[in-house]
């Protein structure tokens, strides 16, 4: 029986001067992705998906057509994307208006709502209300799809945002999941994954590779992305992954 794939969202975090990516090292007693470095993620919370949840920049309903889902799905999504990102790196794509964003994320009581939102005693809608915030989803792109292969047991089919790390805002090492975290060029990552320094999973390794074209901020979000939704599939133990011909064209 092949185990249904949950919706997630996972953010690729960039910094400028040089152009580098941020990283998460999943502590070794994940179930899933244990000790990998991976981007920000996680599942879509069923309340991601609250229309009370205040927004700005484009639209779920444009989001649905950029991912080929549907709108509840996309907001969800979208949401997920923001929030997670906030959970495990401390940013936080949200702001007063549609033209702000907020400039620092380190009190203690920032520390106090981020803890709420991973233990679910916080929805985000309740989140960015009590703080008088929207969400800006036109900080993020739409970059890719992957779902996990179907003789996994643990499955997601996930949905990859590019994002920047908003001026005046910092990461930091928040715990939880991860017992690492590190600002990493792309290339650099895949070489000390090639010579197995560190371990990548093939959706991250992938999409190191296709940012690892650009130098800066601006031209990854400039880029024409064309989202292809990719499944590998595990033949004699080795993950495959393959993409239609007329997907890269």
Same mark, same amino acid.
């Given at each position: ?55 700005? !920049?484009?639209?779920?309903? %444009?989001? $649905?057509?950029?991912?080929? #889902? ?5 907001? +969800?999504?979208?949401? &997920? ?86 001026? !005046?805002?910092?990461?930091? %090492?928040? $715990?939880?999941?991860?017992? #690492? ?5 792309? +290339?650099?990552?895949? &070489? ?58």
């Amino acid at each position: 029986m092949i185990t249904p794939a949950r919706d997630a969202a996972t953010v690729v975090l960039l910094r400028d001067d040089p152009l580098e990516v941020y990283l998460l090292k999943r502590t070794a007693t994940m179930a899933f992705a244990a000790g990998a470095y991976v981007f920000p993620g996680g599942s879509v919370d069923p309340r991601d998906s609250d229309h009370a949840v205040t927004w700005a !920049g484009p639209s779920p309903a %444009e989001w $649905g057509e950029a991912f080929l #889902a549907d709108e509840r799905t996309a907001r +969800g999504l979208v949401c &997920a994307a923001v929030r997670e990102t906030f959970e495990e790196s401390g940013v936080l794509l949200a702001g007063p208006d549609a033209a702000t964003v907020v400039a620092d994320t380190t009190g203690e009581d920032w520390e106090a709502d981020r803890l709420a939102l991973i233990g679910r005693t916080l929805s985000f809608a309740d989140f960015l209300d009590r703080r008088g915030l929207v969400l800006r989803s036109d900080l993020l792109k739409a970059w890719g799809h992957w779902i996990t292969p179907e003789v996994e047991t643990r499955r997601f089919d996930t949905r990859f945002f590019v994002a920047a790390l908003p001026p !005046g805002q910092r990461t930091r %090492e928040v $715990g939880g999941e991860a017992d #690492a975290v590190a600002w990493m060029k792309p +290339g650099i990552a895949l &070489a000390r994954a090639m010579a197995g320094d560190i371990l990548i999973m093939p959706p991250t390794f992938h999409t190191l590779t296709e940012v690892a074209a650009f130098e800066t901020i601006d031209g990854v979000f400039q880029h024409d992305q064309k989202i292809i939704t990719i499944m590998p599939i595990v033949k004699d133990g080795e993950i495959i992954v393959t993409v239609a011909p007329e997907d890269i064209a």
